[in-house]
T-cell receptor, first 113, second 114 residues
Framework: DSGVTQTPKHLITATGQRVTLRCSPRSGDLSVYWYQQSLDQGLQFLIQYYNGEERAKGNILERFSAQQFPDLHSELNLSSLELGDSALYFC????????????FGQGTRLTVV | GENVEQHPSTLSVQEGDSAVIKCTYSDSASNYFPWYKQELGKRPQLIID?????GEKKDQRIAVTLNKTAKHFSLHITETQPEDSAVYFCAARIERGGADGLTFGKGTHLIIQP
């Protein structure tokens, strides 16, 4: 167990809908990262938050957004869902000092039908 | 941005033999290179990492080498065992003022043949 908790584990929804994925980082970790894993694109960095503020952006679509709350949990919001958004979404957390590892949660498997 | 290439995409070796997976990166500012192992349906787990000020690191049967000049790094697994079968991802990171998402390679499916 990495200490990073993601809910829900599985999510099935229809095209055009909006969903929210939730992540609780390890105790003491200030930084949260979101990654998308799909068969064709592999593991892709979406966005990073540090202590409530957006810190870095990767390949995140405009239909997607995220935030980190004062208790450090984070939510990833996916809207106007398309079939191609079906993927595993991972959250990771780390203590942000130079060169420290990120611990991944178990992921949320999103299926858009 | 950073780009990480990983080869091969699939690697099949006999149990007990060694396996080598290679990655190259594009941005010379990258300073942290982790390797993750992912079993089917599970989360990526860090197995070893190396910083840019080190050329080689070893942990039991696993070793990683880094060549900063050539911008490539490799994972070496010796005396492979059935439980080593998984997908392995290399990654690179540039730490800029606390902004440090990982850029992953496409992964290598390692198959250990009994």
């Amino acid at each position: 167990d990495s200490g990073v908790t993601q809910t829900p584990k599985h999510l099935i929804t229809a095209t055009g809908q909006r969903v929210t994925l939730r992540c609780s980082p390890r105790s003491g970790d200030l930084s949260v990262y979101w990654y998308q894993q799909s068969l064709d694109q592999g593991l892709q960095f979406l966005i990073q938050y540090y202590n409530g503020e957006e810190r870095a952006k990767g390949n995140i679509l405009e239909r997607f957004s995220a935030q980190q709350f004062p208790d450090l949990h984070s939510e990833l919001n996916l809207s106007s869902l398309e079939l191609g958004d079906s993927a595993l979404y991972f959250c990771a957390s780390s203590v942000v000092v130079p060169n420290t590892e990120a611990f991944f949660g178990q992921g949320t498997r999103l299926t858009v039908v | 941005g950073e780009n990480v290439e990983q080869h091969p995409s699939t690697l099949s070796v006999q149990e007990g033999d060694s396996a080598v997976i290679k990655c190259t990166y594009s941005d010379s500012a990258s300073n942290y290179f982790p390797w993750y192992k992912q079993e089917l349906g599970k989360r990526p787990q860090l197995i070893i990492d190396i910083r840019s000020n080190v050329g080689e690191k070893k942990d039991q049967r696993i070793a990683v080498t880094l060549n900063k000049t050539a911008k490539h790094f490799s994972l070496h697994i010796t005396e492979t065992q059935p439980e080593d079968s998984a997908v392995y991802f290399c990654a690179a990171r540039i730490e800029r003022g606390g902004a440090d998402g990982l850029t992953f390679g496409k992964g290598t499916h390692l198959i250990i043949q009994p």
